[in-house]
Nanobody
Framework: QVQLVESGGGLVQAGGSLRLSCAAS????????MGWYRQAPGKQRELVADIRSGGSTNYADSVKGRFTISRDNAKNTVYLQMNSLKPEDTGVYYCKASVGFWPTMKEYWGQGTQVTVSS
């Protein structure tokens, strides 16, 4: 069993910054990929950014240049540094981790953390 614990969400003014953290714990052998998704009111959940164990990253066009994803493999933790925040960044942010070795990898999700950006 694997659990994901998120932290760092909150209320911030437009132009401000937040740093989200997500730590994985439990029966972990390998985490090939970790990422962040978000869901705004009335919209579907979308990928924000993800990162592989080797360090390669992928970003949504809407956050590229403003957000930075990173991970600490020794701590099984992924981070999302969010700068120049906009009201449209508001939503529930979810952490996702792919755990194990192929072909028996499983996906785990955090409970989500609220990010609210005011004008």
């Amino acid at each position: 069993q694997v659990q994901l614990v998120e932290s760092g969400g909150g209320l911030v003014q437009a132009g401000g910054s937040l740093r989200l953290s997500c730590a994985a714990s439990g029966r972990i052998s390998s985490i090939p990929a970790m990422g962040w998704y978000r869901q705004a009111p009335g919209k579907q959940r979308e990928l924000v950014a993800d990162i592989r164990s080797g360090g390669s990253t992928n970003y949504a066009d809407s956050v590229k240049g403003r957000f930075t994803i990173s991970r600490d493999n020794a701590k099984n933790t992924v981070y999302l540094q969010m700068n120049s925040l906009k009201p449209e960044d508001t939503g529930v942010y979810y952490c996702k981790a792919s755990v194990g070795f192929w072909p028996t990898m499983k996906e785990y999700w955090g409970q989500g953390t609220q990010v609210t950006v005011s004008s």
